[in-house]
């Protein structure tokens, strides 16, 4: 097989698996955290799950990219940048702040299905931003490349602060509270929602089949989520603000 027939393969993998997640999702809540329960086998403590299943995202993206012979092109260089700001943060620095609670484990299922999932769509954003992707240095004047980059920005910025409200809430008690302030009164996940704006943010700057794929899966694996989030929300706290939606506000 060569190089672009697997990159071909595992692109098409990605599209198709996004489709599959979502109908899966939306009838069955992937088991962890609030929705994590019994019969899925063993489990391992929330931040080492954490640590491995991202993990890929920055050992193997970096691995692939640094293969590519434009890997010190300024672009590529940029779109670098970009991703291990958001993976350095999510693989290191996430699990070591939050505060799971004590009997939470994520199903060894979970884990692998992510690992792999990471794995291969590193190997297809990596090998596109150094390899098969076409970055003169024109780019760098390119509409698609800033405003894709603003919206990036302003879903990185949304999901931190997002998942810092969520944090501060876990400190002042072992359980769940009702998020408030900005964006909760509308919606019950901002996190979600910022998530999903950073990777539709990445699809534009980098103007790939790859960046697609990575934002339509984040879409089929978040909606569903935040749909469950929202519905147990709903059932667990009788005073919980009829007006929020779930990750659009006003929509959805
Ligand atoms: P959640 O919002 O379910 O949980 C985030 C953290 O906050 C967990 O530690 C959770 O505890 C805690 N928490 C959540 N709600 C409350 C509350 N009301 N009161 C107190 N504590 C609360 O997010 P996920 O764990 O699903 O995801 C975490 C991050 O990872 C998010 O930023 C998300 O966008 C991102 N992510 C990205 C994916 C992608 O496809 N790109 C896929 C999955 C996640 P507990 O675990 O005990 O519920």
């Known amino acids: 097989m060569t190089g672009q027939t697997l990159y071909d393969a595992v692109l098409l993998a990605i599209f198709c698996s996004a489709a599959v997640v979502l109908v899966a999702l939306l009838l069955l809540t ?21 640590m491995i299943f991202e993990s890929p995202a920055v050992l193997a993206f970096a691995w692939f990219y640094w293969q590519g012979p434009q890997r010190l092109d300024p672009v590529p260089l940029l779109l670098l940048a970009l991703w291990l700001l958001h993976y350095l943060q999510r693989a290191v620095l996430y699990p070591l702040s939050i505060r799971p609670r004590r009997s939470s484990k994520v199903p060894l299922a979970v884990v692998l299905m992510s690992v792999v999932f ?19 240095s024109g780019w760098l004047a390119d509409w698609r490349l800033w405003s894709g980059i603003a919206l990036f920005a302003a879903g990185y910025a949304t999901n931190r602060w997002a998942d810092s409200v969520l944090r501060k809430l876990r400190s002042e008690s072992t359980g769940y509270k009702i998020p408030r302030g900005l964006l909760y009164e509308r919606i019950s996940c901002p996190n979600y929602l910022g998530e999903i704006m950073q990777w539709c943010g990445w699809a534009v700057a980098t ?30 706290f009788p005073d919980y603000p009829a007006q929020r939606r779930a990750l659009v506000p006003f929509i959805l």
Do not use: C, I, K, M
């Open 207 to 236: 103007w790939s089949l790859a960046g697609l794929a990575f934002a339509l899966f984040t879409v089929a694996n978040l909606a569903p989520r935040a749909l469950a989030h929202h519905r147990w929300y709903r059932e667990r």
């Open 30 to 50: 992937a088991p962890y955290g609030r929705h994590g329960r019994q019969g899925w086998g063993p489990g391992l403590p929330v931040r080492t799950a954490w």
């Open 118 to 136: 990471n794995l291969a769509n590193a190997y297809t954003n990596a090998r596109w931003l150094s390899d098969l992707g076409h970055y003169p």
